[in-house]
């Protein structure tokens, strides 16, 4: 593995014996920052499963169209939780192309995913980088502040949550988790959200959890559609509401028929505020 931080590298704190969520997914996207219990996993889960690397490319795809939808609606503060490594767009150039000054902090609790990242976003002053676990929101909320102030809680912050709400488990309480984010948030403000749910093969989705939850740093926690509408709360669902990510507002192609991760984009509804932090 060629490391940000130079060959021989290992992450601190961090093994690679077992797989991890951020380098699987890398090495499903194609990219090089992985190891080979990450390759073997996902060649394991690929025999069950084979397109999950179409899997993840439609999730960095729904990413991509939530921000440049949000940005084009005026959102200037983005806060990626769960980052995942810095691949071909990222969330700060999608968000620049849609208007200027957008401001992002990405946070991932992936000590390699932080390494990767400062390296390669060391110069950007509108970007920030902060390691932080989203199942600690005391600690989030400290660290988000720490990590460069770039986000004034006072106008909408869209926050980007995809792809990693199955990595955390019941009873680590990811609804609680999420009714204490949304509301921080002000009015205008946006979750965006993927998860992964039984979707349209559920025995392979089933194998493909348990495999996932055995090999991985992390379990991987299939939930329904009604409890990934949970995590909305109050936010009022853009159309499509929740839907596949291939299926939320795809451009060009008709979109694939089956799925694998449900996907939405809410909004905080203006005079609903409960409170300000
Ligand atoms: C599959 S990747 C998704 C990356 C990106 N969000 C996307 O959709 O392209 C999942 C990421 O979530 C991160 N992650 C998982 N659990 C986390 C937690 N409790 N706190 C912070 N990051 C977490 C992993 O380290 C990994 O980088």
Redesign the pocket.
């Given at each position: 593995m060629v490391t940000a931080a130079g060959p021989g590298w290992t992450p601190p704190g961090g093994g690679t014996d077992l797989a991890?969520?951020?380098?699987?997914?890398d090495y499903l996207?194609g990219g090089k920052d992985n190891y080979a219990a990450d390759r073997e996993l996902v060649h394991r889960l690929l025999a069950i499963q084979p397109d999950l690397s179409a899997v993840?490319r439609e999730?960095?795809a729904?990413?991509a169209r939530a921000v440049g939808l949000l940005a084009g609606r005026g959102v200037r503060q983005f806060l990626?939780?769960?980052?995942?490594?810095p691949?071909h767009e990222n969330v700060h150039q999608i968000a620049a192309r849609h208007g200027p000054g957008a401001r992002v902090v990405y946070?991932?609790?992936?000590p390699i995913?932080l390494a990767h990242a400062r390296a390669l976003l060391a110069d950007d002053g509108n970007v920030a980088i902060v390691h932080?676990?989203?199942?600690?929101p005391d600690e989030?909320r400290a660290d988000v502040a720490a990590g460069g102030g770039l986000l004034d809680w006072t106008e909408p912050v869209a926050v980007?949550?995809?792809?990693?709400?199955h990595?955390?488990a019941d009873a680590?309480d990811p609804a609680g988790i999420l009714a204490g984010l949304r509301a921080e948030l002000a009015p205008g403000s946006a979750l965006v959200i993927?998860h992964a749910t039984a979707g349209t093969f559920p025995a392979e989705a089933a194998r493909v959890a348990e495999l996932y939850t055995t090999a991985c740093v992390?379990p991987l926690v299939l939930r329904t559609r009604e409890e990934v509408a949970e995590f909305f709360g109050d936010f009022e669902l853009l159309d499509p509401g929740l839907a596949f990510t291939a299926q939320w507002r795809p451009r060009g192609e008709r979109p694939p028929p089956r799925g694998q991760l449900l996907a939405g984009v809410g909004i905080r509804p203006p005079d609903r505020r409960d409170a300000v932090p």
């Open positions: 991890s969520p951020a380098r699987v997914y996207l993840a999730n960095r729904f990413l990626d939780l769960g980052c995942g490594l691949t946070v991932d609790h992936d995913v932080s676990d989203l199942r600690k989030l980007l949550i995809t792809a990693v709400l990595f955390v680590d993927s992390s």
